[in-house]
């Protein structure tokens, strides 16, 4: 950034400021954020700063070592996650969902039966992940997906409350969800922003919201049958995504499933992995 172009911005924002920063939130997440990211970051928390009335970076790097700080980080991560999805994303892996894995499902799954399908979307964004496997999941199963878990979690809380509500614009909707899907399970409405698309409550009932953060403790009992971690390690360090790759392995049952992003690859786990296709890796005994 030139010097003129420094010397227009609302806040001062020093080398040093970023730096601190970017090492804060990759210790807390995990979340590498090199020098290419400076303007992102800038950019995503000037409301910030804004909304608390405090003058330059300096003090908000001061403020989150203050008394305030350990709150303040949940604003700060909210602001920097990158939370870009959509309802059916990487259609494969719902295709393999709905053509390879339920079929076998619903023969063991019946109304009545205790045998619980588990599934993990871990990093869902602001829902339309889980909402996506629980269309399909109905879908396949019946009225007795109700026997079926879907657990999603992910950092960002603002995150977690849109996926909770349910409720998403209705243009985005008619493009990514099947229409057969969309007739079934979810239902028009209209709110301040137009018309919405609301998920009925059949399809809500099976998931689970949870904040959690890769990075801690893993609260959850059980083992999952599929783990979709998808588009969110891709902002780790290496050693940081191997090391939750093999975690996942500890919460897969023999022969689960775990589906990873667009770009990203579990080449240095083959120990643990198979390749089952495109981004699709299957435990090994
Ligand atoms: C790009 S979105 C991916 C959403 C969805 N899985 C998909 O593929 O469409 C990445 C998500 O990972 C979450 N995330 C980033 N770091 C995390 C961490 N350390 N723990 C939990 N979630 C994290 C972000 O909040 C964000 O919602």
Redo the contacts with the bound molecule.
Sequence with gaps: MSEAAERVREFEWRDQDFKFLAKLLHEK???VLTEKKKEMMYGRLVRRLRALSIKSFAKYCEYLQGASGDKELGFTLNAI??????FF??MHHFEYLRDRLLPQVSKQVSLNSAHHFRIW??????G??PYSIAMVMRSILGPAARNCKILA????SN?LATGKFGQYDAEKCHETIPRTYLASYTKKVKDSDGDMVMMKDEIKKLITYKQ????HDWPMKGKFDVI?????MI??DKETQDRLVRRYATYLKPDGILFI?HSESLLSVSDVYKCEGKTTYRLLP
Aim: net charge negative; hydrophobic share 30%.
């Design positions: 997440t995990g979340i996650t990158t939370n870009t999805t959509d994303r990487e979307s871990a990093g869902c964004s602001s339309q992940e979690t992910d950092l960002d995150m959690l953060n890769l990075l979709f971690c998808r588009n969110v902002y780790f992003g």
